[in-house]
């Protein structure tokens, strides 16, 4: 990459060492025009910073002119994959085992972030006092809040779980029977992925469970802009790549979570 840019401001008639934040930018748009992908002409820019970075530390250069020039936008669907039928089975009868104190919170908790299709973080600090009836308030990225519907499953579940946990105020999940305050997301990532293990789903995580609620959703039907509202997207470009990656896979996940919303209390 660097010995390509090089000999293209060569036939400028530019010296490396001098040139400037629209040499390059001029640089990465002739890759462009070329037909050179996005990542490709990302990588090639990466590498002009690296190199520009060691000269300036070198001495050899005055400053960074790669620095300045902005990436090109690489638009890819999410790695995260989500969970067929079978697989959400197998996770959701492992969870299940048990009633003591810590299966009966792990399994709620599991169950909020499958049916409500939420990040880790924000179940890890659900409160009892967020719950208003059949709705819950939910505190998303950048501090802001909004009302969220609640299946009657999930209710229910989260009804039982707090008799059996004693549970009247603050943190829906504590740490420990003697430990009131919330779960942190890296506890709660850490249940998930032990349920997993123990259900011989090695991808299971919490984003997973969100990545299958996107994915029901979109099969059924959900318009982008409610889709994105559900799962409280900062941007619409950013839903857009989860159905993507759906789509273009050609698969789906299976019927549990749509049982399990539809089930009547």
């Excluded at 990459?1 to 629209?22: I, M």
């Excluded at 997973?208 to 409610?226: M, Q, Y």
Aim: with cysteine; hydrophobic share 45%.
């Amino acid at each position: 990459d660097w010995r390509r840019y090089v000999a293209w401001l060569a036939g400028e008639g530019v010296d490396p060492r001098a040139a400037t934040a629209g040499d390059v930018q001029r640089y990465v748009n002739g890759l462009a025009d070329a037909g050179k992908s996005k990542p490709t002409r990302a990588r090639a820019l990466s590498v002009l910073r690296e190199v520009y970075r060691a000269l300036v530390v070198g001495g050899l250069c005055a400053s960074n002119p790669a620095r300045e020039v902005k990436n090109p936008k690489v638009s890819r669907a999410p790695r995260t994959p989500w969970l067929g039928d079978s697989e959400l089975r197998a996770v959701f009868a492992s969870a299940a085992m048990g009633i003591d104190w810590l299966s009966r919170r792990n399994w709620t908790a599991m169950l909020a972030l499958a049916l409500l299709g939420w990040r880790r973080s924000e179940v890890a600090r659900m409160v009892v006092e967020d719950f208003d009836g059949r709705t819950v308030r939910q505190a998303v990225k950048g501090g802001k809040q909004r009302l969220v519907g609640v299946p009657p499953y999930l209710l229910a579940e989260i009804a039982a779980w707090r008799e059996l946990g004693s549970i009247e105020r603050g943190a829906l999940f504590p740490r420990d029977p003697e430990d009131p305050r919330a779960m942190s997301g890296k506890m709660l990532y850490y249940v998930v992925k032990s349920v997993g293990v123990r259900a011989g789903v090695l991808k299971l995580t919490p984003h997973a469970l969100r990545r299958t609620f996107i994915t029901i959703l979109d099969e059924r039907g959900v318009p982008l802009a409610d889709l994105q509202l559900a799962v409280s997207h900062e941007s619409i470009t950013t839903t857009e790549r989860y159905r993507m990656g759906a789509r273009a896979a050609g698969q789906a996940p299976g019927e549990l979570l749509r049982d399990l919303v539809e089930q009547p209390s």
